[in-house]
């Protein structure tokens, strides 16, 4: 869906893979935004995590992981 908006829009959308879990990784696209557009305009995390299974079977690590990204 991103390289159709892309194809549609071209330079006025700027996309960027990212794990919104990595503190590096994220300061490393901030800044590359910045040296390629000047500014930044609007920011869409789309990020999501899932459990699949009973609750209960989740490790607390699992759990806390999911409850932390969404």
């Known amino acids: 869906m991103l390289n ?9 959308l700027w996309v960027a893979p990212l794990d919104v879990t990595d503190t590096a990784a994220v300061r490393r696209v901030i800044n590359q935004a910045f040296a390629e557009l000047g500014r930044i305009d609007v920011v869409v995390n789309n990020a999501a995590y899932a459990l699949f299974g009973a609750g209960e079977e989740a490790t607390t690590t699992r759990f806390s992981s999911s409850w932390t990204l969404t």
Request: no cysteine.
């Open 4 to 12: 159709d908006l892309k194809a549609q829009y071209g330079d006025l």
